[in-house]
């Protein structure tokens, strides 16, 4: 089977190179430009270029898919399908009416529930126990297209959106390949999806990492893990920003504390909140080095009654 890859992120990588080692026949990959990073802004190749390259595969990285050039190179490829792991982009009517097969996109819920940019960090902040992968028909929606195959996976009580997406990439890779050969024997027949189930899960941003102390200590540890690589749980202390990495939530009320005060016990760092406490594992000040709670107890010499928050 001849195959159109289009991709960006590591989450994609494991499906690009699943496709490789079962022999479909990648004939392009499709990815972002190159983006500055660093200090020093150098051009920096997206994960799934480099994991192509690897492989020796032919790389395009155009910055519009609507654009007439961008058609007429693509148009002289002719796959049976055209597989789409996050990569960023809605596909312009054209392409979808182009493979044999029609496109394929893997996306990491179980359909129609968190659809869009960010299902992974949404479903940890949601507090869902189960998620999964979903291999769709894309259509001109937003991931609304017709149902292929899905696998549930639990999502573990210590799962960031790191680790539940590392996992979800690794089942989606195994589901895409089953769902390709499944389409080629006629195996699988696509069903649509119930609206009335529908949800959505926008696009992460900066502010969206921002703590309220009042909610509950369950409520705010899912956030800090659902955010964790990016954009991280925030809030502020001494006029500073600091991110928690890490911490784990209590039913403890620390003797009627206003939310965000901080109570230092022993070697642990507590923080009141709505209802429970929050006990501070790693934490990192704006400018400094990631620390243990012990570590910045030590540095900062907490006063009584400080608190976190704006």
């Given at each position: 089977?001849k195959?159109?890859?289009?991709?960006?992120p590591?989450f994609?990588?494991p499906t690009?190179?699943k496709?490789?080692q079962?022999?479909?026949?990648?004939?392009?990959?499709?990815?972002?430009?190159?983006?500055?990073a660093?200090?020093?802004?150098?051009p920096?190749?997206?994960p799934?270029?480099?994991?192509?390259?690897?492989?020796?595969l032919?790389?395009?990285?155009?910055?519009k898919l609507?654009?007439?050039?961008?058609?007429?190179l693509?148009t002289?490829?002719q796959?049976?399908?055209?597989v789409?792991v996050?990569?960023?982009?809605l596909?312009?009517?054209?392409?979808?009416?182009w493979?044999?097969?029609?496109?394929?996109?893997?996306h990491?819920?179980?359909?129609?529930?968190?659809?869009?940019?960010?299902?992974?960090?949404?479903?940890?902040i949601?507090?869902?126990?189960?998620?999964?992968?979903?291999t769709?028909?894309?259509?001109?929606g937003?991931?609304?297209?017709d149902?292929l195959?899905?696998?549930?996976?639990p999502?573990?009580?210590d799962?960031?959106?790191?680790t539940l997406?590392?996992?979800l990439?690794r089942?989606g890779?195994d589901l895409?390949v089953?769902?390709?050969r499944?389409?080629?024997?006629g195996?699988?027949h696509p069903?649509?999806?119930d609206?009335?189930q529908?949800s959505?899960?926008?696009?992460?941003?900066?502010e969206?990492?921002?703590?309220?102390?009042?909610?509950?200590a369950?409520?705010?540890?899912?956030?800090?893990?659902?955010?964790?690589?990016?954009?991280?749980?925030?809030?502020?202390f001494?006029?500073?920003?600091?991110?928690i990495?890490?911490?784990?939530p209590?039913?403890?009320?620390?003797?009627?504390?206003?939310?965000?005060?901080?109570?230092?016990?022993?070697?642990q760092l507590?923080?009141?909140?709505?209802s429970?406490?929050?006990v501070?594992?790693e934490?990192q000040?704006?400018?400094?080095?990631r620390?243990?709670?012990e570590?910045?107890m030590r540095g900062?010499?907490?006063?009584?009654?400080e608190?976190?928050?704006?």
């Amino acid at each position: 089977m001849k195959l159109i890859f289009c991709g960006t992120p590591g989450f994609a990588v494991p499906t690009l190179e699943k496709l490789v080692q079962e022999n479909f026949e990648v004939e392009l990959v499709v990815t972002n430009p190159d983006e500055p990073a660093g200090r020093g802004g150098a051009p920096t190749p997206p994960p799934v270029k480099l994991a192509a390259h690897r492989h020796h595969l032919l790389v395009f990285q155009p910055r519009k898919l609507n654009d007439p050039s961008t058609q007429t190179l693509l148009t002289t490829f002719q796959p049976d399908a055209l597989v789409v792991v996050a990569y960023g982009h809605l596909l312009p009517g054209w392409m979808m009416d182009w493979p044999r097969l029609g496109c394929i996109n893997l996306h990491a819920s179980l359909l129609p529930k968190y659809r869009g940019a960010a299902p992974i960090p949404w479903a940890i902040i949601h507090g869902e126990r189960v998620t999964g992968v979903t291999t769709m028909k894309i259509d001109r929606g937003m991931d609304t297209g017709d149902i292929l195959l899905s696998r549930p996976e639990p999502i573990h009580d210590d799962d960031t959106a790191a680790t539940l997406g590392e996992r979800l990439s690794r089942l989606g890779a195994d589901l895409m390949v089953e769902t390709l050969r499944g389409l080629e024997h006629g195996a699988i027949h696509p069903h649509p999806q119930d609206p009335q189930q529908a949800s959505y899960a926008h696009k992460l941003k900066k502010e969206d990492g921002k703590i309220t102390w009042s909610v509950s200590a369950q409520e705010i540890a899912r956030r800090v893990r659902g955010l964790n690589p990016w954009p991280g749980a925030q809030t502020q202390f001494r006029g500073k920003y600091l991110r928690i990495w890490r911490a784990l939530p209590s039913a403890e009320n620390l003797r009627g504390a206003e939310p965000g005060t901080l109570i230092p016990e022993g070697n642990q760092l507590k923080v009141a909140c709505g209802s429970g406490s929050l006990v501070l594992q790693e934490l990192q000040l704006e400018g400094r080095n990631r620390l243990t709670s012990e570590e910045f107890m030590r540095g900062a010499r907490l006063q009584p009654g400080e608190k976190l928050g704006s």
